[in-house]
């Protein structure tokens, strides 16, 4: 499956910003998603994870309770919603996708063997 993310920009702490990846190739419903992140000189972490119905999600802790993963399987799409942004939710963003049985959820990058290009989120604060 191939992943293009999108929605990324400049946004002032506080606001909000809602990401997109779109998914082209493979059976989307046969996948977990997940958003990663990596700011400069940091390692890739993650942030965000949806089952394959979209049942089903998991959230770092840094994000829990401002950040919402959802999916519509009929467009092929992820999205994350980001609200009360903070200057260190700046980052590139990656989407990523994980052929997955029944719910399973991965929450680890190396689990994931399909990767959109990144998109950047600067928050001014």
């Known amino acids: 499956v191939q992943l293009q993310a999108s929605g990324g920009g400049l946004v002032q702490a506080g606001g909000s910003l809602r990401l997109s990846c779109a998914a082209s190739?493979?059976?989307?419903?046969?996948?977990?998603l997940g958003w990663f992140r990596q700011a400069p000189g940091k390692a890739r972490e993650f942030v965000a994870v949806?089952?394959?119905?979209?049942?089903?999600?998991y959230y770092a802790d840094s994000v829990r309770s401002r950040f919402a993963i959802s999916r519509d399987n009929t467009k092929k799409t992820v999205y994350l919603q980001m609200d009360a942004l903070k200057a260190e939710d700046s980052a590139v963003y990656y989407c990523?996708?994980?052929?997955?049985?029944?719910?399973?959820?991965?929450?680890?990058?190396?689990?994931?063997?399909?990767w959109g290009q990144g998109t950047q989120v600067t928050v001014s604060s």
């Open positions: 990523a996708a994980r052929r997955v049985i029944l719910t399973h959820t991965p929450t680890s990058a190396d689990e994931y063997d399909n």
């Open positions: 190739g493979g059976t989307f419903t046969f996948y977990a």
């Open positions: 949806v089952s394959r119905g979209g049942n089903t999600q």
